[in-house]
């Protein structure tokens, strides 16, 4: 019994050219599909991925200079609910109350992720709050759209079981540190006391996304 027949290549192998996954449902096991056919499957998969990625980042740009070119600018979305949404990456949430600095290149955000069955409640809170001129300038939240990362993070986000969504709650310069923690204590005023960890903007720019960064702050 050291041998098993592959799903896809139908080839017979022996049991460690299987590939083995571990899940937070299932214990250890192999794959149904030897190890050759898994890796196969990924680059494929992979290559499909980066296609789709250019083809939005430049649907974006064509969208962004078509507007231009009319002499208008693209409006972010900021109606609905993060586990409703589809047609949009990201829903945003922008001061309509007071004033705040413009931000600058050392700009960043407080990430908060929350599960599918929490994120609606806190994104209307902090909406409302970034709204009403409690937070700075703007917040974001990931939808159910595939646009809200490159296809490689969101890859291993979903192998690892990863559903949750995320908040951005932006500040205009992590150098202000009194302006970062008076935000973070406002999410803590809005429930949010989990400790939650603040990214540079130039950390993602550069294509750091998921979790191969060093936090700014973590509070
Ligand atoms: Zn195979």
């Known amino acids: 019994m050291t041998k098993k027949i592959c799903?896809?290549?139908q080839a017979e192998k022996e049991l460690e050219l299987f590939h083995k996954v571990t899940n937070q449902y299932t214990a250890l096991h192999p794959m149904g599909?030897?190890?050759?056919?898994?890796?196969?499957?990924?680059?494929?998969?992979?290559?499909?991925?980066?296609q789709e990625w250019e083809a939005r980042t430049a649907g974006r740009r064509a969208r962004d200079e078509a507007y231009k070119q009319a002499g208008q600018r693209w409006l972010p979305s900021t109606e609905g609910n993060p586990t409703e949404v589809s047609n949009h990456?990201?829903?945003?949430?922008?001061?309509?109350?007071?004033?705040?600095?413009?931000?600058?290149?050392?700009?960043?955000k407080?990430?908060?992720?929350?599960?599918?069955?929490?994120?609606?409640r806190y994104w209307q809170k902090v909406k409302a709050a970034v709204e009403q001129g409690q937070l700075g300038a703007q917040a974001k939240v990931s939808t159910l759209s595939k646009g809200s990362m490159p296809p490689e993070v969101r890859r291993k986000k979903e192998e690892r079981?990863?559903?949750?969504?995320?908040?951005?709650?932006?500040?205009?310069?992590?150098e202000d540190k009194g302006d970062v923690m008076r935000i973070r204590e406002v999410l803590r005023d809005l429930g949010i006391r989990r400790p939650i960890r603040y990214k540079a903007d130039a950390d993602t720019h550069a294509g750091s996304y998921g979790n191969d960064y060093h936090p700014m702050y973590e509070a």
């Open 7 to 9: 799903e896809q290549c």
């Open 33 to 50: 599909i030897c190890k050759e056919c898994y890796k196969s499957n990924n680059e494929e998969r992979k290559r499909r991925q980066a």
């Open 89 to 108: 990456a990201w829903i945003y949430a922008l001061r309509q109350q007071g004033s705040y600095p413009v931000k600058t290149e050392r700009s960043g």
């Open 110 to 120: 407080w990430l908060i992720f929350l599960s599918a069955e929490t994120i609606d």
């Open 161 to 174: 079981g990863d559903t949750r969504f995320v908040i951005c709650v932006y500040t205009y310069d992590h």
